[in-house]
């Protein structure tokens, strides 16, 4: 899949099966939608193109009116959308960035520029409630008539639904929200991801006795927070068994080096001696979030945090034992 920032690109696709959204999570229906499309792709023997948005509509109207509050938690990162949308077969991604002149146009300016000057787009789906355009004027209806005028086909695709749940991002984030991760697996149809660059923390881990793999996101407020067991995939040839915080670590100071972001530490409960200690720094790696163990914790003291971190581990290695029984 090829990935381009705007459409201004040379190597992009000048005619294209197009679908428009935010797809945080690319969940069950992103995917239903995302085959569709494929499929009328190749019945008119064009490129699949999906555009989305960086950042969220929703962020650049949070950080614009000065109310941080009003920005969505977010399932994914723009690395895992990205990952998700090429596993998904699609040609090309288009990521427009959503700034104050994206978000004054009109809708038919929004179908004149982007849709048909930018991407020749042929044939556009969307979902059942998509809208579009300054202040969310545009509807189906309108770019149904536009499509007629303007000589591209329009489409609507309805909702998905997985046992009676309708499959959307905000039924993936309340999951998320509450720790229900076979609930997630179901919306997703795979279990929930994390993935990033392995960074260096201030190494406190270690210090306790327990190693951590660091990832730091600067602009993201994750919709999972807490403790879990996990998985982590990319740096042995078979996952490894751990066990993760995410979130701001309120057990630290304000002045720690993570600074207040988000930061996913893991701990893998058997640390291979082949990755020797500093063997994970700067790899890519993917972390499976497989079953929340409690939120986060405040503690009184490194004792007190050294204990709940062993019980942690301890409740992990019990889940863990637990699935092979099953299995």
């Known amino acids: 899949m090829k990935v381009f920032r705007g459409f201004n690109h040379p190597g992009i696709a000048r005619s294209c099966a197009l679908t428009i959204g935010n797809f945080d999570g690319v969940h069950r229906g992103h995917q239903a939608m995302l085959a569709l499309l494929r499929g009328e792709a190749q019945q008119r023997g064009i490129h699949s193109c999906a555009m989305t948005f960086e950042p969220h509509p929703r962020d650049y109207f949070a950080a614009a009116s000065h109310r941080p509050e009003l920005a969505p938690a977010r399932i994914g990162t723009l690395r895992d959308k990205l990952t998700d949308l090429a596993q998904s077969g699609i040609d090309q991604t288009v990521v427009l960035p959503f700034d104050a002149r994206l978000a004054s146009l009109s809708p038919q300016a929004f179908i004149d520029e982007v849709l048909v000057k930018g991407l020749g787009a042929k044939y556009v789906l969307v979902g059942d409630d998509f809208r579009f355009g300054a202040k969310r004027a545009g509807d189906y209806t309108l770019l149904d008539v536009a499509g007629v005028a ?17 499959v959307s991002s905000s039924a993936v984030r309340d999951a998320l929200g509450q720790g229900r991760m076979d609930d997630v697996t179901r919306l997703l149809g795979r279990p929930y991801r994390i993935s990033g660059h392995v960074v260096h923390g201030r190494k406190l881990g270690r210090e306790l006795g327990f190693r951590t793999l660091n990832l730091r996101f600067a602009h993201w407020k994750p919709a999972a927070s807490g403790i879990f067991v996990v998985l982590v995939h990319g740096l042995t040839p078979t996952p490894l068994a751990g066990v993760a915080n995410i979130g701001v670590r309120p057990s630290l100071d304000p002045d720690d080096v993570n600074g207040g972001r988000v930061l996913l530490e893991t701990h893998c409960l058997d640390w291979p001696t082949s990755l020797g200690a500093e063997g994970a720094y700067g790899k890519i790696i993917r972390v499976e979030l497989l079953h929340k163990l ?10 007190a945090l050294t204990a709940g971190i062993n019980q942690d581990c301890l409740d992990a290695r019990t889940y863990f034992a637990t699935q092979r029984h099953h299995d």
């Open 150 to 166: 303007q000589g591209f086909d329009v489409a609507r695709m309805n909702s998905y639904e997985v046992h009676r749940l309708r």
């Open 294 to 303: 409690h939120d986060e914790l405040k503690y009184d003291s490194l004792a």
